[in-house]
């Protein structure tokens, strides 16, 4: 299994502002996956980061209100930008490992927007 | 596109069985997941089916028909610290895509 460390945990943050997320792996891995949840529902993939190359957006998901960051192979971060209250959500960062190619997730980043 | 349906909530009684159903439609199928996620943290893994039948680990089965697009999770001989939200998760396009369901809301009441 892999061991996924996020910060920050959570954040109060103001409207029109934006907050970078960090995550790192304990181990290398080609892809990290980003997903949302918002508030009482399922997880949602925003994009797919790829070590020397562009994130890739699922639907929905745009790199301008997105950006993301693949320095290396342990490290991903997630920019939240120019947020409004409709942004607040945990944010958690994924990688792929095991047997079955399951996810492990970081603990979360619980963003509230003001 | 992909379609996971999963019932919102459920409740049962500490000691008892309960069946979580998990229902899908996806082109490319690779797997179906199970997590589990208490509230407030992050979701972890509990089992994996890729072929037809029934896997157990432990208090917890699941099992897989891809001719209905169906799983359910069974969890036996509930304990209080079972009440969490399970998620069922397809994967597909080999791996590339890791869509999740809604999520049941389980309630172990004493």
């Known amino acids: 299994s892999a061991v996924i460390s996020q910060k920050p945990s959570r954040d109060i943050c103001q409207r029109g502002t934006s907050l970078t997320i960090q995550c790192q792996v304990d181990s290398q891995v080609t892809m990290m996956f980003w997903y949302r949840q918002q508030p009482g529902q399922s997880l949602t993939l925003i994009a797919t980061a790829n070590q020397g190359s562009e994130a890739t957006y699922e639907s929905g998901f745009v790199i301008d209100k997105f950006p993301i960051s693949r320095p290396n192979l342990t490290f991903s971060t997630l920019t939240v930008s120019n947020m409004s209250p409709e942004d607040s959500s945990i944010y958690l960062c994924s990688v792929k490992g095991g047997f079955a190619g399951e996810l492990f997730f970081g603990e979360g980043s619980r963003l509230t927007v003001l | ?110």
């Not at chain 2, 199970?34 to 099992?63: C, I, M």
């Not at chain 2, 597909?92 to 009441?109: A, D, E, K």
Request: proline fraction near 4%; aromatic fraction near 14%.
């Open chain 2, 1 to 110: 596109g992909q379609n996971i349906d999963q019932p919102t909530e459920m409740t049962a009684t500490e000691g008892a069985i309960v069946q979580i159903n998990c229902t899908y439609q996806t082109s490319g199928f690779n797997g179906l997941f199970w997590y589990q996620q208490h509230a407030g943290e992050a979701p972890t893994f509990l089992s994996y089916n890729v072929l037809d039948g029934l896997e157990e680990k432990g208090r917890f089965s699941s099992f897989l028909s891809r001719s209905k697009g169906y799983s359910y999770l069974l969890l036996k001989e509930l304990q209080m610290k079972d009440s969490a939200s399970y998620l069922c998760a397809v994967s597909s396009n080999y791996g590339q895509n890791f869509v999740f369901g809604p999520g049941t809301r389980l309630s172990v009441l004493p």
